[in-house]
């Protein structure tokens, strides 16, 4: 099955048997009637399992080309979850360039609990070895980066990971299904904050894991239903509506970013553009090879180079909302130093390239001509 078929069938056979309906029901219940202890239909209690959560575990593990997939009330209770299965001790070689959230989770959360965390730059793959050391259990990495867009070869830190007989993990949020799929590059998790691209409409927050192998699976749909960290089932129906249109959107999104990078990289008060469908972007012969287009989702400074530029611009624009978040079908506009990196220490934000000036955006399905018209007239 192609992949814009799978957003629409994927997993989705058989899911109302009762009435035949098209469109898998919320089963907004808590708990299922048995029939003699321990005889029910499949399911007992809706942390453990809801029809409407699996149907949509179901449908990611399909887009994802996994077998298993588990659906949490957040990306960042998705990330989590694999956390859970390392133990105190255990070392995490990681991206030094990730999701401010992330940042704060690792270092405010399980650094606690003795989990240690090596950041580090993994745009040059072959340089992750070194690193290396017999406690290391998991690589995490993003790529495309949050917000600077870096890119890591996917299979390069697989085959590391393998051979070493590390997990590998990996933040697929910023290319979505559409573009990339880690698992099929030798990645043994892939982890989307489901609030963006999957959902597509800025009006749920959830996280989404899936997975190949079963043993690593049962794990975690262990922790999931022990944690308790579980998505409900209205909003899985939404995020099950919006894979149904990832697809459609994604071209758009892939479309309008090309266009407004171009215009940003052409514009006289623009100094730098982070966006990988760039020849001259680092890694962008990788980005070429592992995704299918380089979506919409970019990040740049401008000449003027200082904290009031940036906010000028970003509280003028009209069209792009300032907001969190991304992947909406709306175009939003963010300040990483401010807003999603908050919490990174300036001194490390700075050696990664985030910038006081810098801007993020997220570019949204509307008309081009009224997003540069927008930019423009911001930018001045």
Request: proline residues 4%.
């Amino acid at each position: 099955m192609k992949f814009n078929t799978k957003t629409i069938h994927g997993g989705l056979e058989n899911v109302d048997p009762a009435f035949g309906a098209v469109m898998p029901p919320i089963y907004q219940t808590s708990t299922y009637a048995q029939s003699k202890p321990g005889g029910h239909k499949g399911y007992e209690y809706s942390r453990t399992g809801n029809p409407t959560r699996g149907a949509l575990e179901k449908a990611v593990a399909s887009i994802e080309n996994g077998a298993y997939g588990m659906a949490f009330g957040s990306g960042l209770a998705a990330t989590d979850a694999i956390l859970k299965l390392l133990r105190s001790g255990d070392e995490v070689l990681t991206s030094n360039n990730l999701y401010g959230g992330t940042y704060r989770l690792f270092t405010k959360v399980f650094e606690d609990f003795g989990l240690k965390f090596n950041f580090m730059d993994m745009e040059d793959a072959a340089s992750l070895s070194a690193k290396i050391t017999p406690n290391t259990k998991l690589i995490f990495i993003e790529t495309p980066t949050n917000p600077m867009m870096n890119i890591i070869d996917i299979e390069a830190v697989a085959k590391i990971a393998k051979e070493q007989h590390i997990l590998l993990a990996v933040d697929n949020t910023f290319a979505s299904p559409y573009l990339q799929n880690p698992l099929d590059l030798g990645a043994d998790i892939v982890m989307h904050s489901a609030t963006k691209y999957l959902g597509g409409h800025s009006d749920v927050v959830m996280g989404v894991l899936a997975v190949k192998d079963e043993e690593l699976a049962h794990k975690l749909y262990f922790i999931q239903n022990a944690s308790g960290a579980i998505a409900g089932p209205q909003d899985s129906f939404l995020v099950l509506r919006g894979i149904k249109t990832l697809h459609l959107r994604m071209q758009r999104h892939c479309e309008n970013g090309r266009a407004v990078a171009e215009f940003l990289k052409a514009h006289t008060k623009i100094d730098k553009v982070y966006w990988p469908g760039f020849e001259d972007h680092p890694n962008h012969e990788i980005a070429k090879k592992q995704m299918r287009d380089y979506g919409g989702m970019l990040s740049f400074t401008t000449k003027d180079d200082t904290l009031n530029g940036a906010l000028s611009i970003v509280e003028k624009l009209k069209v792009f909302t300032l907001a969190e978040s991304l992947g909406g079908v709306e175009s939003l506009a963010g300040h990483p130093a401010s807003m999603t990196h908050a919490s990174v220490p300036k001194e490390e934000r700075e050696k990664l390239g985030i910038k006081d000036s810098l801007i993020r955006l997220s570019v949204g399905v509307e008309d081009i001509e009224d997003l540069l018209a927008d930019l423009q007239q911001a930018i001045g």
